[in-house]
């Protein structure tokens, strides 16, 4: 059974940094897209950086790129998010998800979600 488990969520005030983890078990992940989503408040849920599991090449939403670096540890089978420089507005609930294809941003994609870690960066 895949589990993807969550952490590192927190309160920090804005400019500030944190780094989420998401344990990930229960299968290989090598033909996988690891995905990082978040759902903000009154908001739909939405893509924020994606890793290849095998290879390591990355994407990122326009509004993290350069501030959010996703990276994986294939020992420790985790993926990690680290967030500088936090703005208010990136406040939401953050969401590890696995997908089985190179498409990293669609979330019609991913077949396993963790049950994800609640951000909150205040002004």
């Known amino acids: 059974q895949v589990q993807l488990v969550e952490s590192g969520g927190g309160l920090v005030q804005a400019g500030g940094s944190l780094r989420l983890s998401c344990a990930a078990s229960?299968?290989?992940?090598?033909?996988?897209?690891m995905g990082w989503f978040r759902q903000g408040p009154g908001k739909e849920r939405e893509f924020v950086a994606g890793?290849?599991?095998?290879?390591?090449?990355?994407y990122y939403d326009m509004s993290v790129k350069g501030r959010f670096t996703i990276s994986r540890d294939k020992a420790k089978n985790t993926v990690y998010l680290q967030m500088n420089s936090l703005k208010p507005e990136d406040t939401a609930v953050y969401y590890c998800?696995?997908?089985?294809?190179?498409?990293?941003?669609?979330?019609?994609?991913?077949?396993?979600w963790g049950q994800g870690t609640q951000v909150t960066v205040s002004s």
């Open positions: 890793i290849r599991w095998s290879g390591g090449w990355t």
């Open positions: 229960g299968r290989t992940f090598n033909d996988y897209t």
């Open positions: 998800a696995a997908n089985p294809t190179p498409q990293a941003s669609a979330e019609s994609f991913y077949r396993y």
